[in-house]
């Protein structure tokens, strides 16, 4: 929890205090000194009379009548007395435990820790820590490490679960002129964590003066559903959110596992939570800190943009990163290319990327971007590059760059990459209160994953034609383990999902009598083995029946088959559905290409239960393969609209069905007018 003793302490002390700052006590207090709290100070340590020029009390009972915030930096074993003594005789209500040896340090810190969250929750208190490196607010610079940012109202939200890993994104992010205005690092996060401190972002969020935007790096999710209500809220409020989830690879988890005590969660599920609440993941601090960085500047409104440079390879590798994650950087023709490069010098370029030239003077550059931003309406923001030219200072570009960034309808973005060449002019430029890219790519990146990035999933539950009752019923009755073909099509039936015509053939009699009722050609497959084809259990467009009994008689000799499914043959499109439930998380859905692309490509998109229909369209048209499924090169395309509703209509299955812990629906055969399931598997725990 977060309380106003915490956020806005009137009487910090500092337990275990000191003058070595090379000790996390000593810069503690130097930092909570030359931050310039404005509160009453004081420290314990029982070897000092002041410390830092601040008076020093040798124990608890020795401090004023009342203290709102007391910061330990003392050994683990000694942090509970100290918090119980403090919040018994000085009314004490928010600590922060900056100490390690607790449930990182294994079974004995793990019951340290629950002793400490109990100490404070028993007086209804605020806990941040154990093991972190503190928190900043705009009344007291609580953290014992550097750099220390002056906080700006309008800068960013910031919480982290590391706080190594806070420091090294806030080294990432100065240079940029990226600002803060508030850091939490939660480390072991006994009380409030990640969650709870989006909960209070959200709870106390003011329109025009709180910050709207917050950055998470998180190495344990452990209540997505809080982490998806408040970050939905914030960002259908006007705020933009970025993240890191680290430990996604079974190496990445056992470095987070032995960092903080935390276990990774599954990353699939983690990208389908990030997708539903419109959190735009990074992987890196320098991503993370660059969309930051954009999201200071105006939202584009579209995704056609002009580059505008005076150094060609950098305008290349901008425009095929941008151009490979789905934004546009179209062609200038006919007027308004003619009209630009009459602004220019011979030999400049005004196709787009527009390159002057490193002749090309700042008055140029500022009449080009005024062009793209008040005579091409089919153009939605501008990115400039610009460094040193080699041949003069270029201040007056960044001055001209400063002036249009100000003026323009349409936002502008600055690559100066010469950071240690044009040094002076870069600080020049970010003086202006702007941000600044020093790397194209990178940037791109950036643009893309936020442009990729859908807007917070609603929150309702589609059940038209879905029979609950009956998939209860179902369900209660089932076995566990992979359900049989028709407990399955009963499941799927009761969902409203189309399936194909069908029978369980366990003799010849039976097997020629489906194929009479079905007519050919048909589709024959075993019943037993979970990989069908891996055994060579699967034989499509069988046309008589001498090919079927021939069929039959092989796959009766596979081992573990004692019966086969046959199915009228249909004709498409081979797509896939599945679906797994991750603890905490719950049912992750995944969709693709079918049949042997689901591995083989590695081409899917995630979607957490439940869905709606503009969620599961999103996960459709994120696919690498969509152009297949809308119809490339002559081939016809699936009915889009009907693979969407089957999406919804299996998250609407898993919602109203924990029990299923596994679900493949693959292939399903799809053409321009149905999609029908024509195999699928089902494993229920319960």
């Not at 003392?74 to 209500?93: D, N, Y």
């Not at 435990?97 to 400490?116: K, M, N, R, W």
């Not at 979607?607 to 229909?613: C, K």
């Not at 969509?626 to 090169?633: D, N, Q, S, T």
Request: glycine share 10%; with cysteine; hydrophobic share 40%.
């Amino acid at each position: 929890m977060m309380n106003e003793s915490l956020l806005n302490p009137q009487s910090i002390v500092v337990v275990g205090g000191s003058d070595d700052i090379s000790k996390p006590g000593g810069k503690l207090l130097k930092n909570i000194l030359d931050g310039g709290f404005q509160g009453e100070l004081s420290v314990i340590n029982p070897k000092k009379e002041t410390v830092q020029g601040i008076r020093c009390f040798k124990t608890v009972a020795d401090l004023p009548e009342k203290i709102d915030l007391a910061i330990l930096a003392i050994a683990a074993q000694h942090c509970v007395p100290a918090v119980k003594e403090l919040a018994k005789t000085k009314s004490t209500r928010a600590f922060i435990v900056i100490s390690a040896g607790f449930s990182e340090d294994g079974p004995e810190g793990a019951q340290l820790e629950e002793e400490l969250k109990k100490a404070v929750e028993d007086v209804d208190g605020a806990l941040i820590g154990p093991n972190c490196i503190g928190m900043l607010t705009p009344t007291y610079s609580g953290i014992f490490t550097s750099p220390v940012p002056k906080l700006d109202p309008k800068g960013c939200d910031f919480v982290s679960g590391s706080g190594s890993t806070a420091v090294f994104i806030l080294e990432s992010a100065l240079p940029k002129g990226l600002t803060f205005s508030s850091l939490v690092t939660v480390g072991n996060s006994a009380q409030t964590g990640i969650e709870e401190v989006l909960e209070y972002w959200d709870e106390s969020y003011i329109p025009g003066k709180s910050s709207n935007i917050k950055l998470i790096y998180v190495e344990n999710i452990k209540n997505p559903d809080k982490l998806l209500k408040h970050a939905s809220s914030l960002i259908r409020k006007g705020c933009r959110i970025a993240a890191i989830k680290s430990g996604i690879t079974d190496a990445g988890q056992r470095a987070t596992a032995s960092h903080t005590g935390a276990l990774a969660s599954s990353d699939s599920a983690v990208e389908a939570l990030f997708r539903k609440a419109g959190i735009v993941r990074c992987f890196g601090r320098e991503e993370l800190t660059t969309v930051a960085s954009v999201f200071n500047y105006p939202k584009l409104e579209g995704k056609n943009l002009a580059i505008i440079t005076h150094a060609g390879g950098a305008g290349v590798m901008l425009t095929d990163a941008l151009s490979g994650g789905g934004l546009n950087i179209p062609a200038i023709e006919g007027k308004a290319h003619d009209d630009i490069l009459n602004i220019l010098n011979p030999g400049s370029s005004a196709s787009n990327p527009i390159d002057i030239l490193a002749t090309g003077t700042a008055e140029q550059l500022g009449q080009v971007i005024e062009y793209c931003d008040t005579q091409m309406d089919n153009i939605h923001g501008m990115i400039v590059i610009f460094g040193s030219t080699g041949l003069s200072r270029v201040f007056d570009a960044y001055e001209m760059i400063d002036q249009k960034m100000k003026q323009c309808r349409k936002p502008v973005f600055p690559i100066l990459p010469s950071i240690s060449s044009a040094r002076e002019e870069v600080e020049f430029f970010l003086s202006h209160g702007h941000i600044n890219f020093p790397d194209e790519v990178v940037l791109a990146r950036a643009l893309t994953s936020i442009n990729q990035t859908p807007a917070p999933a609603e929150e309702e539950i589609f059940t038209e034609g879905i029979d609950i009752q009956a998939i209860r019923t179902v369900i209660k009755h089932a076995p566990e383990g992979f359900l049989d073909p028709a407990t399955n099509n009963e499941l799927l039936e009761a969902a409203g999902i189309p399936i194909v015509e069908e029978g369980i053939a366990t003799s010849k009699k039976e097997l020629t009598a489906l194929a009479q009722r079905l007519g050919f050609p048909l589709a024959l497959k075993v019943i037993g083995p979970v990989h069908k084809s891996d055994v060579g259990g699967v034989t499509l467009n069988i046309k008589s029946e001498t090919h079927l009994l021939s069929e039959y008689r092989r796959m009766r000799k596979i081992k573990g088959v004692k019966s086969v499914l046959v199915q009228k043959m249909q004709t498409g499109t081979e797509l896939f559905i599945g679906a797994k439930y991750e603890p905490t998380f719950g049912h992750v859905i995944l969709c693709g290409l079918g049949g042997i692309f689901v591995e083989s490509l590695g081409d899917t998109s995630y979607g957490l239960a439940p869905l709606t229909f503009e969620e599961a369209r999103s996960m459709v048209r994120s696919l690498k393969a969509y152009p297949v499924i809308k119809g490339a090169r002559g081939k016809e395309g699936i009915n889009e609209d009907k693979y969407v509703e089957i999406i919804v209509r299996l998250s609407t299955l898993l919602r109203y069905a924990t029990e299923i812990k596994e679900i493949d629906l693959n292939p399903l055969i799809g053409n321009k007018d149905e999609i029908i399931a024509v195999d699928g598997r089902i494993r229920v725990e319960k």
